[in-house]
C-alpha cells in the first residue's frame, strides 16, 4: 500500500516535470524565433528612390543604389515536404505536402491505430 502511493506520486511528479519542460522549450523556441526575426529585419534600410518612393533593399556594400522599378520579382519554392497524423481516439486524420507524405502519414496512422487498439483493449481482436 505504502509503495504503491509512492509510485504514483513519483509518476506525478515526473508526469509535471515533463510538462514543465515541454513548455519551457515552447517558450525558448518562440523568443529565439523572434529575436532572429528582429535582428533580420535589421539588416534592411528605408532609403527613398530618385523618384521620392521607399524602397526596401538589403545594406550590403554592393546595393548602393535602390532596385529598378521593373526588376522581375523570382519566385522561390522551397524543397520541403510535409504530412502529418491528428489521431482522434483510434480515428486519424491524415493531411500531407505531397502524395509521398501523405501515404508516409497513413502507414504511421495505421500503425498507430494497431498500437492504440492493442494498448487500450488488451488485444487486437
Known sequence: MENETLIESMLFLIGIFTILIGCLLIITGIVLNMF?????????????????????????PNSKRPPQEGTPVRKVESGIKAGGVIMLGPIPIIFG??????????ILAIILMLLSLLIFRGSLF
Not at 532572429?36 to 550590403?60: M, V, W, Y
Open 97 to 106: 505536402s505531397d502524395k509521398e507524405s501523405a501515404k508516409t502519414a497513413a
Open 36 to 60: 532572429q526575426d528582429s535582428k533580420s529585419r535589421q539588416c534592411h534600410s528605408k532609403i527613398t528612390g530618385p523618384l521620392g518612393r521607399e524602397a526596401d533593399f538589403e545594406n550590403t
